[in-house]
């Protein structure tokens, strides 16, 4: 499916509940990715701390990207907002880099999930 300048690469929609990590597992341009998604909150006193979302390898896997939502336990529905970048494959003339955007909403102790992964093929 291409929409605009991405080409969707992966889709996932998906009920969490926010103590269990989802992985997210799927092929392309030939290699196998998987990614660890995780909800998290801030563990200071603020009233209403900011949402986030933070990439980076998996430290229980180093062959998984890690994908964590901080502060997303609030009920009503919100988005990733610009498609973010997480991962490169490939290097020089070969290199793609994937991108994702999340769609969250959350009520009664369950995140409902749609997150899809694309390329740029302008």
Known sequence: MKIGKYEVVHQASYLQMPEDDAIIEFSVLGDDVSFRIKFSSDDDSEEK???RIEGSP???DDERGLITFFNWRRP???SSGDPML???LGEGEERKDILFLAFVH???RIYSVNIQFMLEVV
């Open 49 to 51: 701390p900011l949402r």
């Open 58 to 60: 998996d430290p229980d």
């Open 76 to 78: 009503g529905a919100t």
């Open 86 to 88: 997480v991962l490169t």
């Open 106 to 108: 959350y009520a009664n």
